[in-house]
């Protein structure tokens, strides 16, 4: 309501939330993990979800009901139907995606999870028509990532490598 | 696995797996660090949504060093050593003479090592319980944030479900000033093959 608004929302793992016109949204520690921070500019609406997984297909017949904010190929799309309640256009939004690291380096054959994330980030916005404006990805350390959504600025704080905008 | 069919009985007899578990391995870090105390919490066995995990372990973005061995076998699970920044260094310098803890190759190797003793004298107990056979990978290293350690480890296992099963236990030393947490994370489907080889599933 007020342009005075300071919210901070926090988003846990394989969890989302939206904001329009001031105020944060955060996630802390984005390891594998992939955030993704979507913003329509001319409402200033802004969501972010934090994927834990790529994709939920795998896994769809284990037990039913899951929460698809877990899952690159879910989450995102619920994310978009949030944003538009609040009065987001789901043709003008652009985003900007963190994280996909992989933390313990000395391994491994094959694509990593965070690999994984990233690619299916990647291709779940290509579908959706959504260009990525701003990213921070892969490397093998974590972030935390805040999405201002009065302006759209994305910041990604890290331990001992100081913070970047996107 | 059905979030309901984790009930209490089930926890109980988890947590009493990871007791005799943690108990075997604090005997081994003890005999490391020549014979130092170590006390340990009564060890934790708790489902909890998948989204509170990451708040178990530490405030989220504080800097802490994980120690991570994926155990392969008949089930497939994670152990995760953490502990404070400066109690890895304590670590190190308590077992590298002349070393002030830093995490250099030499550091991290102890690191590395005292993982290899603690998870193999764990799951050595597990095994001989559940009959079940584990062996585990070489463990890697990360010094980063509690939240982005704690969630890879949950996307690593496949943490799929929205409850997780963690079986968790902290231990300190009396003089050295060494806290960790001992956490184990099964992977899908693990969980139900170590309650049924104890008659539980």
């Known amino acids: ?166 | 696995m059905d979030d309901s069919s984790i009930d209490s009985t089930r926890l109980d007899v988890l947590k009493e797996l990871a007791n005799i578990g943690v108990g075997n391995a604090v005997t081994s870090l003890s005999t490391l660090l020549s014979g130092e105390k170590i006390d340990m919490d009564v060890p934790e066995a708790i489902l909890i949504p998948l989204q509170d995990v990451p708040d178990t372990l530490a405030a989220e973005e504080l800097a802490m060093v994980g120690v991570y061995i994926k155990a392969h076998g008949d089930v497939d699970l994670t152990v995760l050593f953490v502990l404070s920044v400066d109690s890895a260094a304590n670590l190190i310098a308590s077992l590298v003479p002349g070393s002030t803890g830093e995490f250099d190759d030499m550091g991290i190797s102890v690191l590395m090592e005292v993982g290899n003793i603690l998870t193999a004298s764990y799951l050595n107990a597990i095994s001989i319980m559940t009959e079940l056979n584990l062996m585990p990978s070489p463990p890697e290293v990360a010094v980063d944030m509690a939240g982005a350690i704690i969630s890879t480890v949950l996307a690593e296992s496949s943490a799929i479900e929205d409850n997780i099963v963690l079986l968790k236990t902290s231990l300190s030393t009396r003089q050295m000033e060494i806290e960790g947490s001992i956490l184990i994370v099964p992977d899908i489907g693990s969980m139900e093959k170590l309650l049924g080889m104890l008659g539980l599933w």
Do not use: W
């Open chain 1, 1 to 166: 309501m007020s342009t005075l608004n300071m919210d901070t929302i926090k988003v846990k793992i394989a969890d989302l939330a939206v904001l329009r016109e001031s105020g944060v949204i955060i996630t802390v520690g984005l390891g594998s993990c992939v955030g993704i921070g979507l913003y329509d500019e001319s409402s200033r609406v802004g969501g972010l979800a934090h994927i834990l997984l790529s994709e939920s297909l795998q896994f769809q017949n284990r037990s039913g009901m899951l929460n698809k904010a877990k899952f690159a190929d879910t989450a995102i799309p619920i994310l978009i139907g949030e944003m538009e309640k609040i009065g987001g256009k789901r043709t003008r939004l652009q985003a900007k995606i963190a994280g996909g690291s992989q933390l313990f380096s000395s391994n491994k054959s094959g694509i990593s999870v965070g690999e994984k994330n990233i690619d299916a980030v990647r291709r779940a916005l290509e579908q959706l028509n959504i260009p990525i404006v701003g990213e921070d990805l892969g490397g093998s350390h974590g972030r935390t990532m805040r999405l201002y959504v009065d302006s759209g600025r994305v910041t990604i704080s890290t331990v001992g490598k100081g913070v970047i905008v996107l």
